[in-house]
């Protein structure tokens, strides 16, 4: 089992900048993939950025260049900053772990929202 808490998140101006942390516990060590989706209102669910175990992320093409995943292994921590902040981007976030043996394990949510 795996469990992940993500950060509050908040509300920000468009343009501004926010970071969301996850932290895991539990069987870490059973984690291959490690990532980030979201679901905006009356939306589904979407891929942010995923990054695998010893590989590069991958990113939404709507994110790419203005998020940043990254994960400290030390903490147990995942992140996703983002910068330069759009009202699209006002969603739920979820933070994502794929296990080895290919169970999915989700956070409870934390709610972005941008204001323009």
């Known amino acids: 089992q795996v469990q992940l808490v993500e950060s509050r998140g908040g509300l920000v101006q468009a343009g501004g900048s926010l970071r969301l942390s996850c932290a895991a516990s539990?069987?870490?060590?059973?984690?291959?993939?490690s990532g980030w989706y979201r679901q905006a209102p009356g939306k589904e669910r979407e891929l942010v950025a995923l990054?695998?175990?010893?590989?590069?992320?991958n990113y939404a093409d709507s994110v790419k260049g203005r998020f940043t995943i990254s994960r400290d292994n030390a903490k147990n921590t995942l992140y996703l900053q983002m910068n330069s902040l759009k009202p699209e981007d006002t969603a739920v976030y979820y933070c994502y772990a794929l296990s080895v043996v290919g169970i999915n394990y989700w956070g409870q949510g934390t709610q972005v929202t941008v204001s323009s």
């Open positions: 539990g069987s870490i060590f059973g984690i291959n993939v």
């Open positions: 990054i695998p175990r010893g590989g590069m992320a």
